[in-house]
């Protein structure tokens, strides 16, 4: 138990968890690559493809040549378009042309700080981010732990609180915040720290957004899973990782595509579907010898065949 989890936050989180061409049609072989993923879409988070320093219309137009079901932007490229002149009117219509959903977007806002100034300032900041989330079409946003995630011993309680912030901004915005953990975080770096502030916000939209990665480098254990609601999760963050450089070391860039690494993937997949989670597979990576090595089509293409094929493997 780390130092930063007290005994009275350990007791809580563990009752927590014992309770709970765009416009052209998709080709028929991208159909049959999502067909086995059924109950689950596979999206791309634009991070997979971030190297390759596309505009938003461009990311979009990858995403459905590569025959995803989703996308999942990150709001500061929402936000150079829309500085740059860009019409968030007309990205809708291609992503809706295109037969895409808009599952989630990544946002740095830092929302759970103490300082509260800065803290104001964050909620402002996701405030916006949400707007921009809406105007896509968009309905539920990442609420990651940035600005703490380098603060040990910071109280979960109090994040809760701060957590439910933001979901009551979401409730005027219309768009639903997921608690997001990182495993290299020194406040919420664990699953079961997650499930603590998720479940103490006390909000009926509270949800959790899990990574594989993230929970191998923090040492979760899928098992884990099991003790969690599923179904009020929308999305998931495939990718895979390497058994070198080890856990204590590996950080995002190692992480590759689904199938490739040693992450029990077909346990993973089918504990979520056992648990009730039908959402999006989202996948996640940061690897630059991919960027140097494809064009950001062909990787984005071979990270959806690679995720169809691992669900394929655990669903037959």
């Excluded at 005027?172 to 079961?192: H, K, N, Y």
């Excluded at 006390?202 to 099991?226: S, V």
């Excluded at 495939?238 to 077909?266: H, K, M, T, W």
């Excluded at 996640?284 to 010898?289: A, D, P, T, V």
Aim: hydrophobic residues 40%.
């Amino acid at each position: 138990m780390p130092k930063y989890f007290t005994r009275r936050q350990f007791v809580a989180a563990t009752t927590v968890l014992t309770g709970g061409a765009l416009v052209a049609a998709k080709s028929a072989s991208a159909d049959a690559d999502n067909a086995p993923s059924k109950p689950f879409v596979i999206g791309l988070n634009i991070g997979t493809i971030r190297g390759y320093k596309l505009s938003l219309p461009d990311q979009i137009e990858v995403t459905a040549k590569a025959g995803y079901g989703a996308i999942e932007p990150w709001i500061g490229d929402i936000s150079s378009f829309v500085d740059q002149g860009g019409s968030l009117k007309d990205v809708r219509k291609r992503i809706d042309d295109a037969g895409l959903k808009v599952s989630s977007a990544i946002d740095f806002s830092q929302w759970a700080v103490d300082d509260e100034t800065a803290r104001t300032a964050g909620l402002e900041k996701m405030k916006q981010a949400m707007g921009l989330v809406a105007e896509l079409g968009g309905t539920h946003i990442a609420a990651a732990p940035s600005g703490i995630n380098r603060t040990p011993g910071m109280d979960l309680f109090a994040i809760a609180e701060r957590y439910r912030a933001v979901l009551e901004l979401g409730d005027e915005m219309g768009v639903v915040p997921q608690l997001e953990f990182w495993g290299s975080a020194q406040t919420l770096g664990r699953v079961g720290e997650a499930a603590l502030v998720a479940m103490h916000a006390g909000h009926p939209k509270a949800c959790l957004l899990l990574d594989a990665y993230h929970m191998y480098k923090a040492n979760c254990p899928f098992e884990g899973l099991r003790q969690l609601n599923g179904a009020q999760m929308v999305n998931f963050h495939i990718n895979d990782y390497p058994a070198d450089p080890p856990r204590e070391q590996i950080n995002d860039s190692d992480r590759v595509f689904p199938g490739d690494g040693i992450c029990p993937l077909a346990e993973v997949l089918q504990l979520l579907r056992q648990i009730g989670f039908r959402g999006v597979l989202s996948l996640e990576i940061f690897n630059r010898s991919y960027w140097e090595k494809y064009d950001a089509l062909t990787t984005a293409r071979l990270g959806r065949e690679k995720t169809a094929a691992v669900v394929q493997a655990a669903f037959g």
